[in-house]
Structure formats: structure tokens, C-alpha cells
């Protein structure tokens, strides 16, 4: 059976036949080729890929110039989908097992995203580890980015065979995953509001009353500081109506603030984080990512259910092209771009990856009821299960492989 891995993978081929052998599997490949329609050729002519057996394999010269990676729309694919077994994943965290947790229906694994204007290059985990070798990346944020951090383990898992070269270990607000043998260190930071708060604690952080000390990161930031490459989220916390702004310590506070709106706690936080990276970043070194919001599909009255639904029950995507739901602070998505704009007007090395289009169409690939609950539903609740589905994080494989995806595009042929 014929494998090979693009253009590298077809000359190292050829260089093995005589010229007669050689001349025959050359009419056979154009053959396929021709008639099967499975070589693409752009007009920067820097795109080409074969496809055998269902697997796609994008050429070393693959170039998205031009192309809105986030502009597309989502196609059902039960052949290359899902990227890895949600069940065979060694990393897999029972808030996001939504298989293990009772979900029958799994067409959420499936969906594939398909920019509008080119391919995404198929994930190949050895190339991503390859590229990041003797590296440190660091995923700092919330929930949902500890979402994104257990999606990319899970991605590369199965490309690492021997478990020992694959390890995890969890020190306080910090989870190190280690690949000895390519020396990268993908770790995970619990920060969820970028700066010091008193939910800072990443197992005891259900925290009502919420108190940030919106001048204050460096304790934070002394465990990423020598990253190569970090990967930025903070939104969903910022969703609560009632934060305390404190400057000084919790014990001594010099000053405190109540009454402020969501979009200018936002602000200063991000003045803060970004005020940080301008002063102590090493720009030669350090690639930095923030990943714009992550939508929540709470209002089931905003692709047609009954007010007061949600997720629960949801099956598939909302095909609209261009919804937007009430899940999404624009004002926020929109104070989060003009900040990384700013850093980037002043040399920092910072890419915005707007995920949230994307993935305002998935209405289905939410845990709802089918995770872990730190808390025992009652009995109201297991009545109505639309009480206590979780439609805010994101079922594995799903969603945020694709984020991945999008990510390992950059890296790969960015970087």
C-alpha cells in the first residue's frame, strides 16, 4: 500500500525505481491525480498535496498569505475526524470526556473547518514537535484555556509511542507536560483575570466575590517569564457584574475600588499584562498568542429555541453564516484587539488568533450535562437538566482541536 508525506515523501520514492518502474507509478500517480481531483495548485502556486488513503499531507512551501483562516465555514467529515480518540487520549481531563460521561451522540467529533479561501494544513504532531524543540511553551489562563492546553496534549499523544517520553506533573497553579525526547516543555498556568486575584488558587477558585490586584502580575509572571512561546486567554471571568479593583496587598490595601464597568476592569488588566511584556520581554526570544474570546451558547433564544434554553440537546452547528450570539462581549473582543494591535505597533511579537467566529457556530460541542460535576446536580436540576449543562467549555475532540489547528499553522509555516 502506497504512504508517503507530500512532495519530500514522493521524490525520495522516485529516486528509488529505474526509470522504467519509475515512469509507470508516475502515469499512475497522474493519473489518480488528474481524474481523482485531489491535487490542488493556488495561484501563488506555493500550495500542492496528495491524498492517500484519506489523508491529506499539505507540501513543505504551504503559504496562507492572503487566506482569512478564521472566514469559513464547518463540513461534516466522519473520515479524517476525529484527529484522536478521545478515550485513548493519556491526557484527557474528565471536564471535557464528554464520551466517557454518557454522550451518545458523537457527530460532534466530526466537523471539520474549511476556510473559505484555502486549506488548513492536516496536523502532523511530529512536525509541531520537531519545530518546537528545546523549547518552552506556556498556555496561561482560565477553564477554557486549560481546554486548549489539554486538546493540543491530546493531538501530540498519540505521535509520542513510548509513555515514558510523554510526562505531566502538576506543581500548584503550574502543569508541565514534558516531550524528553524532543526537549519541549508544553505547560499550563492558572491565571484566569492575567492579573493577581484571590482566584488565583487553580483547585479552591470559585470565588464570588471577586478582588483583583489590577496593578499586580509579576508573581504570575515569574513562572512564564522564560517562555519561547506563550499562549494567552482571559475572558469568561470577566463576565461577572460585581469586581473589587485593590492596589496594595490583600492584608494592607492602600486603595479599593467597587463600582467600575466590566469593559474598564478589562482594560486595566490588559494595561497591566501588556505594560509587563513591554518591560521584562525578551522580543528575540519570546512568540507570544492571545486567543480572543470563547463564546458561550447559554441563550437558546438566539438561534431560534425557547428562551431559556441552552445547549442541552444541541446536535449540530448553527449554519448561519455570520451569527453572533449574546454569549460574545464585543466590547471586550474589541479592547482585547486594540491592545494587542498596540503591542504589536511597538514591537512585540503578538498574533491575535480570533477564534470566535468559528466557534460561535458550534452550538453542539459543548460537555452540557456529559462531564465531571464538581457538585452533585439536585434534584430540581436532574429534572431539568437545562438548570445545570455547561455550555461554556468544549467537549475533546472538538472544538478546540481546530484552535489547535489554526495554532500548529502558525508555528509550523509562520514562525
Same mark, same amino acid.
Given at each position: 500500500?502506497?504512504k ?6 514522493l ?6 525505481y ?9 502515469g ?10 485531489d491535487y ?24 496562507f498569505?492572503?487566506c ?8 461534516y ?16 481531563t ?20 474549511? %476556510? ?5 494544513p ?20 482560565d477553564?477554557v ?30 502543569i ?12 499550563f498556568?492558572?491565571?484566569? $483575570? $492575567? ?7 487553580p ?19 515569574e ?8 499562549i ?8 461577572e457584574?460585581?469586581?473589587? $479593583?485593590?492596589?496594595?496587598?490583600f492584608?494592607? %490595601? ?15 488588566a490588559l ?15 519570546t ?8 463564546p ?20 449540530? %452547528? ?18 482585547a ?15 491575535l ?6 466557534s ?31 455550555c461554556?467549555h ?5 472544538? %478546540? ?15
Amino acid at each position: 500500500m502506497l504512504k508517503m508525506k507530500g512532495i519530500e515523501g514522493l521524490q525520495k520514492m522516485m529516486n528509488g525505481y529505474h526509470s522504467v518502474g519509475l515512469m509507470v507509478v508516475m502515469g499512475v500517480i497522474m493519473v489518480v491525480v488528474y481524474f481523482g481531483g485531489d491535487y490542488y495548485n493556488y495561484n501563488s502556486g506555493s500550495i500542492s498535496w496528495f491524498d492517500f488513503n484519506g489523508v491529506t499531507e499539505i507540501a513543505e512551501d504551504y503559504s496562507f498569505e492572503g487566506c482569512d483562516l478564521f472566514n469559513g465555514s464547518w463540513v461534516y467529515d466522519n473520515k479524517s475526524r476525529p484527529l484522536y480518540e478521545g478515550k485513548q487520549c493519556s491526557f484527557m481531563t474528565d471536564d471535557y470526556a464528554c464520551q466517557k460521561y454518557g454522550r451518545k451522540d458523537l457527530n460532534y467529533q466530526f466537523w471539520r473547518w474549511q %476556510p473559505h479561501a484555502c486549506h488548513l494544513p492536516r496536523f502532523n504532531g511530529t512536525a509541531l514537535l520537531e519545530k518546537l524543540r528545546d523549547k518552552r511553551v506556556v498556555f496561561v489562563g482560565d477553564s477554557v484555556g486549560k481546554n486548549h492546553w489539554v486538546s493540543l496534549l491530546c493531538l501530540i499523544d498519540t505521535w509520542i509511542l513510548e509513555p515514558s517520553h510523554k510526562v505531566a506533573e502538576w506543581h500548584g497553579s503550574l502543569i508541565t507536560f514534558k516531550a524528553s525526547e524532543y526537549n519541549v516543555s508544553i505547560d499550563f498556568y492558572w491565571e484566569p $483575570l $492575567l492579573v493577581e486575584s484571590n482566584c488565583d488558587d487553580p483547585v479552591n477558585h470559585r470565588v464570588r466575590d471577586r478582588i483583583m490586584k489590577i496593578e499586580s502580575i509579576q508573581r504570575h509572571a515569574e513562572e512564564w517569564i522564560n517562555a519561547d512561546m506563550l499562549i494567552f486567554d482571559s475572558y469568561s471571568w470577566w463576565l461577572e457584574p460585581n469586581m473589587t $479593583l485593590l492596589w496594595g496587598s490583600f492584608e494592607n %490595601p492602600n486603595k479599593t475600588i467597587v463600582e467600575s464597568s466590566r469593559v474598564r476592569r478589562y482594560e486595566m488588566a490588559l494595561k497591566t499584562w501588556s505594560n509587563w511584556l513591554e518591560s521584562h520581554l525578551d522580543r528575540k526570544k519570546t512568540r507570544i498568542f492571545f486567543i480572543s474570546l470563547s463564546p458561550d451558547h447559554k441563550e437558546g433564544g438566539d438561534w431560534g429555541k425557547t428562551m431559556g434554553e441552552n445547549c442541552y440537546n444541541e446536535t449540530e %452547528p448553527i449554519m448561519e453564516e455570520g451569527y453572533w450570539g449574546k454569549g460574545s462581549d464585543t466590547d471586550l473582543m474589541r479592547t482585547a484587539q486594540s491592545t494587542v494591535q498596540d503591542l504589536e505597533k511597538k514591537g512585540i511579537n503578538i498574533t491575535l488568533l480570533n477564534i470566535t467566529q468559528l466557534s460561535q457556530y458550534r452550538k453542539d460541542g459543548h460537555p452540557s450535562i456529559y462531564k465531571r460535576h464538581w457538585d452533585s446536580p439536585t434534584k430540581l436540576e436532574l429534572a431539568n437538566p437545562v438548570l445545570y449543562a455547561d455550555c461554556l467549555h468544549w467537549c475533546l475532540p472538538g472544538v %478546540p482541536d481546530v484552535w489547535n489547528e489554526i495554532l500548529y499553522t502558525y508555528i509550523r509555516y509562520k514562525i
